[in-house]
Every structure is written in structure tokens, then in C-alpha cells.
């Protein structure tokens, strides 16, 4: 079956620290993939997105995403986390269907 | 250019009683789609459609039912709410044009049932 893992539930860095949070994806091919970040009590904010190309993706915030086919991975990368990056981020994958499929999510907490 | 509308942005039901929450996009997208999300699990997929008339069941379909008469519009119906149904419901709309594909969402619907 199709589906998306986001192995850490929670994860806490210090400010200023870096951060990558993981995401693995189980599909036949290379899907459409996708960051998003929500706020508590907020939607979803788009971070960045791949679907083919450079397997670097820039997105907003100062956020990156790289992609691994060999890995089936899509790890998201900050070099220097501000205490305003805490929330929850997903990673989730489109294989071309006009639907997502979400991973759990992630919480990250930021240390003053 | 309003995107995706959802409406109500707070529901209380109690166990039993039906309702419709609404989602409408004027973007001229194909596809649209009904998530829930609750906590520790993600957004998980309800139903989705990829045109006008065409509806498919995603991860989450039981208890509700979709319909898609317009491109504009993607009701989700609660024929009989449960308690189990409180949840936070997202719509999204998304498009393909050349190499691009993006997603739009609505702001929410929080709903509970009592």
C-alpha cells in the first residue's frame, strides 16, 4: 500500500541549531512531493515542492528539501531554526492522482 | 480570487443528526479532495474527485458521502454524525498545468459531535 512515514513524532532543537526532519515514501514511482507547516489552530502553509528536476528544492522560510530516489526519501533541512519555526510540519506525496497522502507529522519545539 | 471556501468554520452535531460541509474553489481546478485531521494521525484522506461527476473513496470513507455536480463544488455529508467524526475537515483543490501541480486548501471546518 501507498504510504508516507515521518519517523519522529516530536522533536526539540535549540535556536539557531539546524534541524532535518525525515520523510520516506512508499510508491512505484517517483510521486509529487510536498512540505507543509501548520501553526496550532491554523491551515496549512505550502513549504516547498518537487517533482522533478534539481533534487534541491528551495522553499520559503529558509527551508530545503532534498531528494532521494535511491533512498525514497524527502528530507526537510534548516540550517538555523528561529523560535518562530516551532509547529507541526507533514510531509505528503501526490502520485499524480489529485489526492495526498499525509505522513503523522512531525512537532517541533525550539529551545531559547 | 477567493480560493477554496469551506463553510461552517465551527460545527457542534449531536450523535444522529446529518449535515453538509461545504467546499467551493473558484479556480477552475480538476481536482478536489476532503481530508481529516486528527491528532497523532496526520490529514487522512476521505474522498477525492478529479472531475465533475467522477468521486473515489480515499483512506477514511466510511460515514460520509461526496458528490460533484459542479467544478465549484465538493460537499462532504455526514449521513448519521458519530462521535468518532470529531475532527478538524479540510478541502483542497489542486491542479496540473505543464510542470506544475499545486494544492489549495480551505481553512477548516472544527467539528463536534456530542
Known amino acids: 500500500a501507498q504510504s508516507v512515514t515521518q519517523p519522529d513524532i516530536h522533536i526539540t532543537v535549540s535556536e539557531g541549531a539546524s534541524l532535518e526532519l525525515r520523510c520516506n515514501y512508499s510508491y512505484g514511482a517517483t510521486p509529487y512531493l510536498f512540505w507543509y507547516v501548520q501553526s496550532p489552530g491554523q491551515g496549512l502553509q505550502l513549504l516547498l515542492k518537487?517533482?522533478?528536476?534539481?533534487?534541491l528544492v528551495q522553499g520559503i522560510k529558509g527551508f530545503e528539501a532534498e531528494f532521494k530516489r535511491s533512498q525514497s526519501s524527502f528530507n526537510l533541512r534548516k540550517p538555523s531554526v528561529h523560535w518562530s519555526d516551532a509547529a507541526e510540519y507533514f510531509c505528503?506525496?501526490?502520485?499524480?492522482?489529485?489526492?495526498?497522502?499525509f505522513g503523522q507529522g512531525t512537532e517541533l519545539s525550539v529551545k531559547p | 480570487n477567493a480560493g477554496v471556501t469551506q463553510t461552517p468554520k465551527f460545527q457542534v452535531l449531536k450523535t444522529g443528526q446529518s449535515m453538509t460541509l461545504q467546499c467551493a474553489q473558484d479556480?477552475?481546478?480538476?481536482?478536489m479532495s476532503w481530508y481529516r485531521q486528527d491528532p497523532g494521525m496526520g490529514l487522512r484522506l476521505i474522498h477525492y474527485s478529479v472531475g465533475a461527476g467522477i468521486t473515489d473513496q480515499g483512506e477514511v470513507p466510511n460515514g460520509y458521502n461526496v458528490s460533484r455536480s459542479t467544478t465549484e463544488d465538493f460537499p462532504l455529508r455526514l449521513l448519521s454524525a458519530a462521535p468518532s467524526q470529531t475532527s478538524v475537515y479540510f478541502c483542497?483543490?489542486?491542479?496540473?498545468?505543464?510542470?506544475?501541480?499545486?494544492?489549495?486548501f480551505g481553512s477548516g471546518t472544527r467539528l463536534t459531535v456530542v
Open positions: 518537487y517533482f522533478s528536476g534539481d533534487t
Open positions: 483542497a483543490s489542486s491542479y496540473s498545468a505543464g510542470l506544475d501541480y499545486g494544492y489549495t
Open positions: 479556480m477552475n481546478h480538476e481536482y
Open positions: 505528503a506525496v501526490d502520485n499524480q492522482g489529485g489526492k495526498l497522502i
